[in-house]
Structure formats: C-alpha cells, structure tokens
C-alpha cells in the first residue's frame, strides 16, 4: 500500500471512487477481500439475490448488493434463523458493497471490501416491495425526539433478538448501533451477556444496524480490525458516548441580535477525495481485470506509486548523507595549552577589507592613520 496523502487525493488523479462507482459488474477472479475495511477493494464478489423467502434487497439503483460469499452466506443465514428462531418477519437488506468495492460515490466510509452489511431495523413486510417502493420507502428511526433514548413505541423484543442472533455467529466481528440503542440492550440482556462487547455505539446507526464479519481464510491481503474489549460495553464507553450526544444538542434559541456587518464567509477546506495510488497495489489489478477503458487511470495510479517510491528514496539518502557529512574544522575558541587559535571567517573577511582599505589609502596618499588596522584575536584580561 502506497503512503497515505496528508491531504488527501493525489492531484491530477481521477478519484477511486468515480473508477470503482463506474464499474457495474464484479471481478471474474477467486474472492479475497483486499486491505481495510475503509480503505481496500473486494475481487471475486458475490451478489445478494435480490429477492429471498426471508429478505429483500433495498435501493437497487446503487447496485451494492455485492459482498464475500462468506458475508453473503450470513446474511442468508441470518434472515433464516431470525424468522424461525426469533420470531423476526425477515430482512430488509440495505448496502453491502460496490461490485468490486472501492470508495463509493456516496455515504459510507467503510464498506470497501465486501465485508460490511447495513441491515435495516424496519420489519420486512409480507408481501414483495416494488422497485419504486425499494427506492422510495424510508426506514424507520428507533429514537424519541430527544435524540437520546428509544422510542418504546417503534422498538420491540424482536429488534434486540435479530441483534443478539447477529453477534452470536462467530464470523461476525462487531455491529455499530447507535448509543440509544447500545443502552437498551444492556439493560435489557438479562444472564448471557457475552454478546454484548461485539456491538459498538457509533454515530448514526438509528435507522439500521451494520453487520461486519471477520477478514475470510483466503484473503491474506485482508488487514484485520483491532479486537473488541472482553468487558459488555455497558459501562464508562457507553455513558462518554451518552455524554457526547447530550452535548451536541441544541440550547434553546437566544433572544435574537442586532445583525453584523455582512462578511465574506471563509470557504471550507474540503480534504480531496481517495486516489487508486492511496489503494493497495492488488486493487488496480482488479479494476482493470476485463476493463481496458480504465487501463489509462490505472496507468497514471502506478506512474504516482513509483514517483511516491522514488521521493521517499531520495529523502532518506538525503537524511544519511546529512548525517554522514564531516563537520566544519572552524574554531573560535581562545587558545589552549599555548596553541594560536583558527582564525575565523569573520576575521578573514574582516582582514581583507583592511587590506583594501589600505591599497586604496596608498592610492590616494591619505595618512596612514586613517587605515583601520589588521584584526586580531587577542586574549582579553580579566580586568576588561
């Protein structure tokens, strides 16, 4: 993987999300998810059918119903054992990934590698939903007004028991649910607590919950998350979550002021977009696989990788040279054990305009007193 861009994309490059958004059918090569979950690409995906006994695919239009077979297989599972075991009427199944993942167009910052579900917290319904309807119809939110609890009226024991069922497969690393969310469920998880640290409050994540899944045996390249903490999560990291949102909502509205002179409002420094040089090197190979109309994009990516290679080859010979060259032999100092002492450039410089200060003088026959005499580094007494 090249290094990352403090500021962003590589300038003169296309963004990785407007190669990978373009690109509408997968990579015909063996399944390996490929880097991180924000920052990777996905070869070999597999999509979800769009229609199942016990799920619906959402938002077609996007066409991210891609991800892993081994995520694809879960979310199958899922909807199964939610439906017979928990009484749960099926799924209504939201973004999973890009057809050869990558950055997306929109939303999600994560969702790069085929390992990322978004499931909606809205029951699927007992009939099938038009394609309007998939693209139209809105989930529904399970917080109050306040923006800080659940909303009893839309939330029920069928939520927290898809949830649980979720975190209980092995495969599945963690699932972001908002705080609110995150608080129920530890009060209402009664003696088996042990699924509880693999779901993690994080912003959002009121309308669904996101599902990820552990990187797959056969994806060497796939760079694994930081494990969970062991504790349930109900405690200290709960409440400072809790702490943040009581804390960005809004004061009631002040009396209103005198409006200030208008002024020119600064522009926002908008961070450029991914570039597929940023990607590790095996996402190019997946874009370009079957897609010769890329070949100039991903020409240009691997021109800045070796450019990249060859800057920070350059800096670190710089550095050894700075610290191998021998250092200056000028000394100042006062003799020692009855040495003269280097005579400085100061001096020298200084001696040379008394010398031409002197020819000049000569020239022009003027006094000798009014030549300035030669400089020399004599040892002040202590007295002065």
């Not at 504790?231 to 009581?246: P, S, V």
Request: proline share 9%.
């Amino acid at each position: 993987m090249t290094e990352t861009h403090a500021n962003g994309g590589t300038p003169g490059l296309k963004p990785a999300k407007v190669l990978f958004g373009a690109v509408a059918t997968p990579a015909p090569l063996a399944a390996r998810a490929i880097g991180t979950y924000a920052r990777g690409c996905l070869a070999g995906a597999q999509a979800l059918p769009v229609d199942g006994e016990t799920w619906q695919a959402m938002r077609l239009s996007r066409n991210r119903n891609w991800g892993h077979p081994k995520l694809i297989k879960l979310i199958e599972k899922l909807s199964v054992d939610g439906k017979q075991k928990d009484g749960w009427p099926g799924l209504l199944v939201g973004d999973l990934a890009q057809p050869r993942g990558g950055p997306m167009l929109t939303g999600h910052a994560s969702h790069q590698i085929g390992l990322d579900a978004d499931l909606w917290l809205t029951p699927m319904p007992d009939r099938r939903l038009s394609n309007k309807e998939r693209e139209t119809i809105e989930a529904t939110s399970m917080l109050s007004d306040d923006g800080l609890s659940v909303n009893r009226d839309v939330w029920t024991d069928g939520h927290l028991n898809i949830i649980k069922r979720a975190a209980s497969y092995p495969d599945v690393e963690r699932i972001f649910v908002h705080p609110a969310i995150k608080q129920v469920l530890c009060y209402a998880a009664k003696d088996d607590r042990s699924w509880l640290s693999k779901v993690r409050p994080y912003w959002g994540h009121h309308y669904h919950f996101h599902v990820r899944i552990h990187c797959p045996p056969g994806s060497a390249d796939c760079a694994p998350q930081a494990t969970v903490p062991g504790d349930d999560g109900c405690g200290t990291e709960l409440d400072d979550w809790l702490k943040r949102l009581a804390n960005i909502k809004p004061d009631p509205a002040p009396l209103p002021l005198p409006a200030p002179p208008p002024v020119a409002a600064a522009k926002p420094k908008v961070k450029p977009p991914m570039t597929l040089d940023q990607l590790p090197q095996a996402c190019s190979v997946v874009l370009a696989k079957d897609n010769p109309s890329l070949q100039a994009d991903i020409d240009a990516a691997a021109k800045a990788v070796e450019a990249a290679k060859a800057a920070k080859l350059a800096e670190a010979a710089n550095k050894a040279a700075a610290k191998t060259a021998p250092k200056s032999a000028d000394k100042s100092s006062d003799p020692v054990d009855g040495k003269a002492p280097a005579v400085s450039a100061a001096a020298k410089s200084a001696n040379a305009r008394v010398d031409a200060n002197a020819a000049s003088a000569k020239a022009l026959a003027l006094p000798a007193a009014a030549v300035a005499k030669p400089v020399t580094l004599e040892k002040k007494s202590a007295s002065q």
